[in-house]
């Protein structure tokens, strides 16, 4: 969308180009940027400069604080669906969550053992991410195969399970009442940061109908408005022989992404956008080379993006604004407090 052709307006010391050449402050010392922006890192927005890194509190009382996860240690089963579900059931309804909102719900799911009966979601759109392990995606549209480093969207209203090859460890993001869709690259263009055309979808191949076997009973586990009704088939109800359409899952690696780099600006989290849903924005961070202009910031930029909370999982890797941080772990950064590189020991 075109902009209007304006000045911004100025005031004291400042730098006249974000994230690059900040000023020095009155004394002769180095300032800290912060941006004040709407609608994510898309519209309107001001850039402060500060003689004190806006993250560098001594304190923060009360639950509105930003908080660090050992998602691996977090516990595995609920009891809330104890009256509907076995104990055995390999289940994501039986996988508490562990953050929630009106829009986003997320889990993280240790897959230990081979779904025996099917799922479905009717109160939205699952984005899976695989962080550990191997294992095979049966659902309505037919099989696909799934492995570290796998983005998979799952329509809502789809039947699936999965049967596993080796444990596997995945992160679930459901959006409440949503879908997940492509984002718009505008000026980038349709194909940068990954073509569409690397998206794999389900076949029906050799291996989905292999899998429609003599088995006279099939329960699928529904989830609507968070409660779970069980539905009895005498038969598999993955028993399609073909279907044409423009809904179904499909599957991302994050190895097929060529994140948008520059020398000399430090680029939004926004320009790594993979996915979107209502209220939802999922970026990746991939490895690239560090900024190498010297007046360029080289890394995240301090900001109060207060239209969104911002939760990152940790897959591989170090990421640069963060330290103790180890894979597998995660980090909730609510709106309402500045976002950026936090001092140690500043995440509880």
Known sequence: MPVPLTLPQ???????QAHADFPL????KPTYERELGQSGFSGLATHMHHTHAPTAWVDIAGAFRPRAFDVLKLERRSNDLARLIASELISPWVVPSFLTNQDVDIRFWHVTDSMKSLVRNADGDFLFFVHE????????YGHMGMREGDYVVIPRGTQWRISITTRMKVLM???IDSHFELPDKGILGA????????????VINQSFKDQYDSQAHWDVYVKRRGDVSVISYAFNPLDAIGWHGTLMPVKLNWRNLRPVMSDRYHIPPSVHTVFVAR????????PRPIESDPGA??????????????????????????????????TLHPSGITHGPHPEGHLQ
């Open 10 to 16: 100025t005031e004291g010391v400042f730098s006249k």
């Open 133 to 140: 392990g191997t294992g095979e995606l049966f659902c309505d």
């Open 297 to 330: 910031l080289k890394v995240p930029f301090y900001h109060n993006n207060d239209d969104y909370d911002e939760f990152i999982f940790y897959h591989q890797w170090q990421f640069l604004s963060r330290d103790h941080i180890k894979p597998g772990m995660a």
């Open 279 to 286: 209220n939802i924005v999922v970026t990746t961070f991939c």
């Open 25 to 28: 402050s009155p004394d002769g």
């Open 191 to 202: 194909h940068a940061i990954f073509d569409p055309a690397v998206l794999e979808r389900p």
């Open 173 to 175: 993001i459901e959006a």
